[in-house]
């Protein structure tokens, strides 16, 4: 349940992000995004390629510093203060790295080490996190022979292991089988009971579908509409998800000067 006395959980504000290419020029990934998300709620991030997900999602991580405009994580100021920013977020793409050489509980003993877990309550919490993801069988191996599902659990795992209130999920299914991606998902889904705020991109129409509580579209930088799906549907006139997508981008293309 959404808790309104603690304020939103991500609060982004006309958002920019300019690159300089050395082929392309002056870049603009980002052109005034602003987005609110609640705790205990899952927002979804849908757009085309380039459309300035991952950048958004690299800032509120405080990966990348914003050209201009705000934001602000669990009540911090991601670039005022991001050390702190860091500690109440969980991050996590597709490419996410681990260290091939460690074992999955080494791997979770190094970082939780690294955010100054006690010693004795990290042990308690990496035998909690490898009997929630089902670890067991490979806890101890090391991470180089892993296949990419486990990895990927590692990798969860990594990301909540503080429990942060915040979790920024970039395409986690990406590069997942049917079983990996479904574990995924139904842990994405347990987040929005345990209060957690999950920013969550995804190509993937259909778990959007499933688990979003709220959708922004994004588009040339900007969210063109946010709302539930069933909102999105009225503002579009469109009875899936698919088509409510394609009919917003239509109609940004469109009021864009020629």
Same mark, same amino acid.
């Given at each position: 349940?959404?808790?309104?006395?603690?304020?939103?959980?991500?609060?982004?504000?006309?958002?920019?992000?300019?690159?300089?290419?050395?082929?392309?020029?002056?870049?603009?990934?980002?052109?005034?995004?602003?987005?609110?998300?609640?705790?205990?709620?899952?927002?979804?991030?849908?757009?085309?390629?380039?459309?300035?997900?991952?950048?958004?999602?690299?800032?509120?991580?405080?990966?990348?510093?914003?050209?201009?405009?705000?934001?602000?994580?669990?009540?911090?100021?991601?670039?005022?203060?991001?050390?702190?920013?860091?500690?109440?977020?969980?991050?996590?793409?597709?490419?996410?790295?681990?260290?091939?050489?460690?074992? &999955?509980?080494? @791997?979770?003993?190094? %970082?939780?080490?690294?955010?100054?877990?006690? !010693?004795?309550? #990290?042990?308690? /919490? =990496?035998?909690?996190?490898?009997?929630?993801?089902?670890?067991?069988?490979?806890?101890?191996?090391?991470?180089?022979?892993?296949?990419?599902?486990?990895?990927?659990?590692?990798?969860?795992?990594?990301?909540?292991?503080?429990?942060?209130?915040?979790?920024?999920?970039?395409?986690?299914?990406?590069?997942?089988?049917?079983?990996?991606?479904?574990?995924?998902?139904?842990?994405?889904?347990?987040?929005? &009971?345990?209060? @957690?705020?999950?920013? %969550?991109?995804?190509?993937?129409?259909?778990? !959007?579908?499933? #688990?979003?509580? /709220? =959708?922004?579209?994004?588009?040339?930088?900007?969210?063109?509409?946010?709302?539930?799906?069933?909102?999105?549907?009225?503002?579009?006139?469109?009875?899936?998800?698919?088509?409510?997508?394609?009919?917003?981008?239509?109609?940004?293309?469109?009021?864009?000067?020629?």
């Amino acid at each position: 349940m959404t808790d309104q006395s603690r304020g939103p959980a991500i609060l982004a504000t006309e958002l920019e992000k300019t690159f300089v290419d050395p082929q392309r020029g002056e870049v603009h990934a980002l052109r005034g995004l602003s987005m609110r998300a609640e705790y205990g709620e899952i927002y979804g991030l849908l757009g085309p390629n380039g459309a300035g997900k991952t950048t958004t999602m690299r800032i509120l991580s405080t990966i990348l510093a914003p050209t201009a405009g705000s934001a602000q994580v669990a009540g911090v100021d991601v670039a005022a203060d991001p050390l702190e920013a860091r500690r109440r977020i969980g991050f996590l793409s597709n490419n996410t790295g681990l260290y091939p050489r460690l074992t &999955a509980r080494e @791997t979770l003993r190094y %970082f939780g080490r690294l955010h100054g877990i006690d !010693a004795a309550a #990290l042990d308690a /919490r =990496i035998e909690e996190l490898v009997d929630a993801f089902g670890m067991g069988d490979f806890a101890d191996g090391r991470v180089e022979a892993f296949s990419t599902g486990q990895k990927q659990k590692v990798s969860i795992a990594r990301a909540v292991l503080t429990d942060p209130p915040v979790l920024i999920l970039d395409e986690p299914t990406t590069g997942l089988d049917i079983l990996a991606s479904s574990a995924m998902i139904e842990f994405i889904e347990s987040r929005r &009971a345990a209060g @957690t705020c999950v920013i %969550f991109s995804t190509h993937i129409l259909s778990e !959007a579908e499933r #688990l979003c509580d /709220r =959708i922004g579209v994004i588009h040339h930088g900007r969210v063109l509409a946010a709302g539930t799906q069933e909102e999105l549907c009225a503002e579009t006139g469109e009875e899936y998800l698919d088509r409510v997508f394609l009919a917003l981008v239509e109609r940004a293309e469109g009021a864009r000067p020629a």
